[in-house]
T-cell receptor, first 115, second 114 residues
Framework: DQQVKQNSPSLSVQEGRISILNCDYT??????FLWYKKYPAEGPTFLIS?????DKNEDGRFTVFLNKSAKHLSLHIVPSQPGDSAVYFC??????????????FGKGTKLSVKP | DTAVSQTPKYLVTQMGNDKSIKCEQN?????MYWYKQDSKKFLKIMFS???????INETVPNRFSPKSPDKAHLNLHINSLELGDSAVYFC?????????????FGDGTRLSIL
């Protein structure tokens, strides 16, 4: 039972254009959402997060949008750079409901930014 | 200066053996975790410890035993290794529980069972 879904296993974008990575979730108790970036043979690196009380959070080239009614979030990268090529994981957690803030991860989307 | 470090990076061993993976964090965090990334690439929580106390044990076989000698270390010992244990194991830490804060990950230990 996948509570966090990233339906696109891969995405290819031209350098300088916008990359949009999508994530859907099913558990309405989730109140904190994160994006991680992962290079091969390294651990996931925290990128940006958003609390359920917000619908947008921006950090430099990275913006996360949250649509609670649709149970959907997205990560926008503008402008995309070749160094952004990596696997991006969406994750969610719920402070309440017995899960103790446990992070639930999606399967990841591999982003390739072409020069 | 690595924030979350785990050793070894690679571990190749025979079925039936016992092995340990070590994890240390220098972030001053109270909470540490072990995750398993299987062949389908899902990252799944195995354990979490807060101030050396076990908080989460996600139906992991009791062949897996975490040990936290202090809040900066969370080691993972695995007895009687099986083929299905082959995976990448990630250690992580966060400031405290409950959630709503990012977790910081080590670079993983790739365990291969022959």
């Amino acid at each position: 039972d996948q509570q966090v879904k990233q339906n696109s296993p891969s995405l290819s974008v031209q350098e300088g254009r916008i990359s949009i990575l999508n994530c859907d979730y099913t558990n309405s108790m989730f109140d904190y959402f994160l994006w991680y970036k992962k290079y091969p043979a390294e651990g996931p690196t925290f990128l940006i997060s958003i609390s359920s009380i917000k619908d947008k959070n921006e950090d430099g080239r990275f913006t996360v949008f949250l649509n609670k009614s649709a149970k959907h979030l997205s990560l926008h990268i503008v402008p995309s750079q070749p160094g952004d090529s990596a696997v991006y994981f969406c994750a969610a957690s719920a402070r309440y409901g017995g899960s103790q803030g446990n992070l639930i991860f999606g399967k990841g989307t591999k982003l390739s930014v072409k020069p | 200066d690595t924030a979350v470090s785990q050793t070894p990076k690679y571990l190749v061993t025979q079925m039936g053996n016992d092995k340990s993976i070590k994890c240390e964090q220098n972030l001053g965090h109270d909470t540490m975790y072990w995750y398993k990334q299987d062949s389908k690439k899902f990252l799944k929580i195995m354990f979490s410890y807060n101030n050396k106390e076990l908080i989460i044990n996600e139906t992991v076989p009791n062949r897996f035993s975490p040990k936290s000698p202090d809040k900066a270390h969370l080691n993972l010992h695995i007895n009687s290794l099986e083929l299905g244990d082959s995976a990448v194991y990630f250690c992580a830490s966060s400031q405290t529980l409950p959630g709503n804060q990012p977790q910081h990950f080590g670079d993983g230990t790739r365990l291969s069972i022959l």
